[in-house]
């Protein structure tokens, strides 16, 4: 008997796998790639299907699922994470694949309780209905928890050999995955960006000034301090490496800035480009930099070469035009880009 198992590349993942394949079931294992995610979930991935010996189909997320991301139907857990419709839109793909392959049912490695979002009772049910797999998802770790699917009523697994996990601790988890020989999984610190509030300001900004969600724009929000000065955005790097991707990274109509002479940063100014922005990204690549003249000079180059000379940003500058986070959404973000919440 064949299930599709979504593999993180996390420890629950990985022991819900374990446990399947413990079962007699043959395990094909879904990883989604997320730019969200950090590098190494794919390579995790891997290893397990490796380790545990079974297939490993990866799908890169795209344009689909940023159209979740900018408006969820559930709404946004602390930042701007929307786990609900994030996971029903993975577990859709998982049914098709699971009609494709012949497949029994999906699993996951879903904790009740686990996380606020969407691992309470309620988000559970609404994840498992919505995602159209009714009766054919299945929780392994918690299972004896939850209603009994049809996957255990019809005795394709056993409910008796399925756990009952509950809460954040992941201290069962990691006797089990000890006791069981699974190694290799991602810590939770490497988790999802979408829950990190540094970077869900960085989003939010993007989305509340018009931006597209796209893999360059993410790969842009990753890089840098960000500020806001009207419709104008300033990234200034924070390293040499940093320096060198924003020099990448500009785009036509995009404005470079260093200063001269002194060791600093490279900015990187896009949006409305005027003489008032220049000097504003100026002041800014002049404040990271190690110039202490009252009158920095800092060269731009939008096309051809220019030079201007200012003042560093001071204190207040800096932090009136960072990027922070601010809270969740306002209800009228969703809407208007065609989200529909309360149902
Ligand atoms: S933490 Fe990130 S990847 Fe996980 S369900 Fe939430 S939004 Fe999706």
């Not at 699974?182 to 960085?202: E, H, I, M, Q, W």
Request: proline residues 4%.
């Amino acid at each position: 008997m064949r299930a599709i198992g979504l593999i993180s590349g996390g420890l629950d993942s990985a022991l819900a796998a374990k446990i399947m394949l413990n079962m007699g079931v043959e395990v094909i294992g879904v990883h989604f790639a997320s730019p969200f995610w950090s590098g190494e979930a794919g390579a995790r991935a891997r290893r397990i299907s490796e380790d545990l010996g079974f297939p490993l189909r990866t799908i890169e997320l795209g344009e689909d699922y940023f159209g979740v991301i900018a408006s969820p139907r559930h709404g946004y857990g602390a930042a701007m994470n929307p786990c609900i419709d994030c996971k029903i839109f993975m577990l859709k793909r998982a049914k098709e694949i699971m009609e494709e392959s012949g497949a029994l049912f999906v699993f996951t490695g879903e904790v009740l309780g686990e996380r606020p979002m969407s691992q309470g009772p309620r988000a559970l049910k609404i994840i498992e209905r919505e995602s159209g797999l009714e009766g054919l998802l299945l929780r392994p770790l918690s299972a004896k928890l939850l209603d009994e699917t049809l996957v255990e009523k019809r005795g394709w697994v056993s409910r008796e050999g399925l756990l009952a996990l509950r809460g954040r601790s992941r201290r069962d988890q990691i006797r089990m995955a000890r006791e069981l020989g699974v190694s290799g999984y991602l810590t939770p610190a490497g988790g999802c960006l979408l829950t990190d509030r540094g970077f869900s300001a960085k989003l939010l900004d993007l989305l509340e000034h018009g931006g597209e969600l796209s893999r360059p724009e993410i790969e842009r929000l990753k890089v840098g301090r960000h500020f806001r000065y009207g419709g104008s955005k300033i990234i200034v790097g924070r390293n040499e490496e940093e320096n060198g991707i924003l020099r990448g990274l500009k785009g036509p109509g995009e404005v470079l800035l260093e200063v001269i002479g002194w060791s600093g940063p490279t900015a990187l100014l896009s949006g409305d480009v005027s003489e008032e922005s220049i000097r504003i990204a100026a002041s800014l690549t002049a404040r990271y930099s190690d110039c202490k003249l009252d009158a920095v000079p800092v060269a731009y180059w939008d096309g051809v070469r220019g030079e201007v000379s200012v003042g560093r940003a001071d204190e207040g500058l800096v932090e009136g035009l960072r990027i922070k986070w601010r809270g969740r959404p306002r209800l009228r973000l969703i809407l208007e880009r065609g989200g529909s919440r309360g149902k």
